[in-house]
């Protein structure tokens, strides 16, 4: 009967009894009010906008039709009966609501993160790549006091510290950036303080306020892509960011480079392979000519000449088979004269980071020294290997509660690349008794490797979020051989350090420190701490 009704229908429609349009409406039964669905055309169908036959589908010939289900759709919920629940949308995002922070005291320009449309920007470098200007001025201020005995010498004090950034930014991806710390004399490590106990009360003669204006950084980035958008006005398919000047740069957390050079840098980013199954790869390429910091050269006081090397390498940055890969090359050149010596050398290092079935996330690194020749009559500074395996044990509340072990092996006289003056040695992250505070001279153990081994254990507590608490014991057991004499461990060293800091406002946080050591063949070390650091 059906069949017979649709033959009927189709008769009637192309007779002109009704539309074709109408046709295809499907149509309530005579008796029982079912609808009536006609059967598709036999033709082919037709493209609707140009009235010619659509394209057959195509399928990859992985693919294949599955079944209809209808059970396994549902109606969309209906929540006309419901009132409206603020609370209930905010729990939807945990709860979370927009915080006020600390705004920056200089705010040229325009706003940081303002609300709504930036509006168009300035046409100056080519419409697509508008000019913004904006100057932001920002940073924070440290108030350390502390009572640090480090063996021979003991101090009672009080020092300030302050970070001082200019960001003077052009357009969405180029800037202009200067830091300064007014307060301190990085060459020699001292800083605004006052002592008012200890056998090294006023024994330097250079305390109290100190002011210094050079700036640790002065340097442009930016995006050649951008730029050359910009100028062209054409859009280009690459990203090629690039920087100069004297500009920081830090590569593995800060252990294998830690300083600001002056030179330059550029990085090929966002590359990929899946022959090699590379989800994400940056190769950075850079070199420095002055302000190059590193033990490898000294001075003949033993302290730093950071203008007498050149450096030149690359590092690369590899997200592949659920590991992220770090490696790098570098070349120090003395450049300083012959009679000094030349302590040129050659740092490799490599890293491999990945988290083993879901228990462990585990970082293993080597720093690679070697080609140096100084000549006769000198010692190598620069000569040897270091291996660092760093682990955290992952808990039942991974991202607060979190045991780690940390181990190290160091042949010889392992250095990095460049490490800033401040910024202690390459063992800096093991541990945070390997850890001074660049603020009050804080008592550490010795963090060269230089022919010692040893490791840091520890556990890290952060509460919700808003504390943090750390328990550490480390230890490190020198080899002998050729330490060099008043830069590394005399004999086995061994300590307890705790720290514990948390946010007092949206401005001021609160840290304090304490730490004790033993050291065979040297006088023990001790030292406690309390800290204010206001961000602006």
């Given at each position: 009967?059906?069949?017979i009704?649709?033959?009927?229908?189709?008769?009637?429609?192309?007779?002109?009894g009704i539309?074709?349009?109408?046709?295809e409406v499907?149509?309530r039964?005579?008796?029982?009010?079912a609808?009536?669905i006609?059967e598709?055309a036999a033709e082919a169908p037709?493209?609707?906008?140009a009235?010619?036959p659509s394209?057959?589908v195509e399928?990859?010939?992985e693919?294949?039709?599955?079944?209809?289900k209808?059970?396994a759709f549902?109606?969309?919920p209906?929540?006309?009966?419901k009132?409206?629940?603020?609370?209930?949308?905010l729990?939807i995002?945990?709860?979370?609501r927009?915080v006020d922070?600390p705004r920056?005291?200089?705010?040229?320009?325009?706003?940081?993160y303002?609300?709504?449309?930036?509006?168009?920007?300035?046409?100056?470098?080519?419409?697509k790549n508008?000019?913004?200007?904006?100057l932001?001025?920002f940073g924070d201020?440290r108030?350390?006091?502390a009572y640090?005995?480090n063996?021979?010498?003991?101090?009672a004090?009080?020092?300030?510290?302050?970070n001082?950034n200019i960001d003077m930014?052009?357009?969405a991806?180029?800037r202009?950036?200067?830091?300064?710390?007014?307060l301190d004399r990085?060459?020699t490590?001292?800083?605004?303080r006052?002592?008012?106990?200890?056998?090294?009360?006023d024994?330097?003669?250079d305390?109290?306020v100190?002011?210094?204006?050079?700036?640790e950084a002065?340097?442009f980035?930016?995006?050649?892509?951008?730029?050359?958008?910009?100028?062209?006005?054409r859009?280009n398919l690459y990203?090629?960011?690039?920087?100069?000047g004297?500009m920081?740069?830090?590569f593995?957390?800060?252990?294998?480079?830690?300083?600001?050079?002056?030179?330059?840098?550029?990085?090929?980013?966002?590359l990929n392979?899946p022959r090699?199954?590379?989800?994400?790869?940056?190769i950075?390429f850079?070199?420095g000519f002055?302000?190059v910091?590193?033990?490898?050269?000294?001075q003949p006081?033993?302290?730093?000449?950071?203008?007498?090397?050149?450096?030149?390498?690359?590092a690369?940055?590899?997200?592949?088979?659920e590991?992220y890969i770090?490696?790098?090359?570098g070349?120090t050149h003395?450049?300083?004269?012959?009679l000094?010596?030349?302590?040129?050398?050659?740092?490799?290092?490599?890293?491999?980071?990945?988290r083993w079935?879901?228990k462990?996330?585990?970082s293993?690194?080597?720093?690679?020294?070697?080609?140096?020749?100084p000549g006769a009559g000198?010692?190598?500074t620069a000569?040897?290997?270091?291996?660092?395996?760093?682990?955290?044990?992952?808990?039942?509340?991974p991202?607060?509660?979190v045991?780690?072990a940390?181990?190290?092996?160091?042949?010889?006289k392992?250095?990095?690349l460049?490490?800033d003056?401040?910024?202690g040695?390459?063992?800096?992250?093991?541990?945070?008794?390997f850890?001074t505070?660049g603020?009050t001279?804080f008592?550490?153990?010795d963090?060269?490797?230089?022919?010692?081994y040893g490791?840091?254990?520890?556990?890290?507590?952060?509460?919700?979020?808003?504390?943090?608490?750390?328990?550490?014991?480390?230890?490190l057991k020198?080899f002998?051989r050729?330490?060099e004499?008043?830069?590394?461990?005399?004999?086995?060293?061994?300590?307890?350090?705790?720290?514990?800091?948390?946010?007092?406002?949206k401005?001021?946080?609160?840290?304090?420190?304490a730490?004790?050591?033993?050291?065979e063949?040297?006088d023990?070390?001790?030292?406690?701490?309390?800290e204010l650091?206001?961000?602006f």
């Amino acid at each position: 009967m059906r069949s017979i009704f649709n033959a009927a229908l189709v008769v009637v429609a192309l007779g002109g009894g009704i539309s074709s349009a109408e046709a295809e409406v499907p149509r309530r039964g005579p008796t029982t009010g079912a609808p009536v669905i006609p059967e598709p055309a036999a033709e082919a169908p037709r493209d609707s906008h140009a009235g010619r036959p659509s394209p057959p589908v195509e399928m990859a010939p992985e693919a294949k039709v599955t079944e209809f289900k209808p059970s396994a759709f549902g109606p969309d919920p209906n929540y006309v009966d419901k009132p409206y629940d603020v609370a209930a949308q905010l729990a939807i995002y945990g709860g979370k609501r927009r915080v006020d922070g600390p705004r920056p005291p200089v705010e040229w320009g325009y706003p940081l993160y303002q609300a709504g449309s930036i509006g168009p920007g300035i046409n100056l470098l080519g419409a697509k790549n508008p000019v913004r200007p904006e100057l932001l001025v920002f940073g924070d201020l440290r108030l350390g006091t502390a009572y640090n005995d480090n063996g021979a010498l003991d101090t009672a004090q009080v020092a300030a510290r302050l970070n001082l950034n200019i960001d003077m930014r052009l357009t969405a991806t180029e800037r202009v950036h200067v830091f300064l710390r007014p307060l301190d004399r990085v060459e020699t490590g001292r800083v605004t303080r006052f002592e008012f106990g200890g056998n090294q009360r006023d024994r330097t003669g250079d305390g109290g306020v100190l002011l210094d204006l050079e700036p640790e950084a002065l340097f442009f980035e930016g995006d050649l892509g951008q730029i050359a958008a910009g100028l062209t006005d054409r859009y280009n398919l690459y990203d090629l960011p690039i920087a100069f000047g004297l500009m920081p740069l830090v590569f593995q957390n800060g252990i294998w480079m830690e300083d600001a050079i002056m030179g330059g840098a550029f990085t090929i980013p966002a590359l990929n392979s899946p022959r090699f199954d590379i989800s994400n790869m940056d190769i950075t390429f850079f070199g420095g000519f002055d302000r190059v910091t590193t033990k490898a050269e000294l001075q003949p006081n033993k302290r730093f000449d950071d203008h007498g090397a050149d450096i030149y390498g690359s590092a690369v940055f590899i997200e592949a088979r659920e590991m992220y890969i770090e490696a790098g090359y570098g070349y120090t050149h003395d450049n300083r004269s012959p009679l000094l010596g030349d302590f040129s050398y050659h740092n490799l290092t490599a890293a491999v980071t990945k988290r083993w079935f879901g228990k462990v996330s585990n970082s293993v690194r080597v720093v690679w020294n070697f080609g140096q020749n100084p000549g006769a009559g000198f010692n190598k500074t620069a000569d040897g290997w270091l291996l660092l395996i760093e682990n955290s044990l992952i808990t039942s509340k991974p991202y607060t509660l979190v045991p780690y072990a940390n181990f190290f092996i160091g042949s010889r006289k392992p250095q990095s690349l460049a490490r800033d003056f401040g910024a202690g040695g390459i063992l800096k992250n093991t541990g945070i008794n390997f850890e001074t505070d660049g603020l009050t001279g804080f008592p550490k153990l010795d963090d060269t490797a230089n022919d010692a081994y040893g490791g840091a254990l520890g556990i890290e507590y952060l509460f919700n979020l808003d504390q943090q608490l750390v328990f550490e014991v480390a230890g490190l057991k020198p080899f002998g051989r050729d330490n060099e004499p008043g830069r590394a461990a005399k004999g086995d060293q061994f300590a307890l350090g705790a720290r514990y800091q948390r946010p007092l406002s949206k401005q001021w946080i609160f840290r304090t420190d304490a730490i004790y050591g033993y050291r065979e063949g040297e006088d023990n070390l001790a030292g406690v701490r309390a800290e204010l650091r206001l961000k602006f």
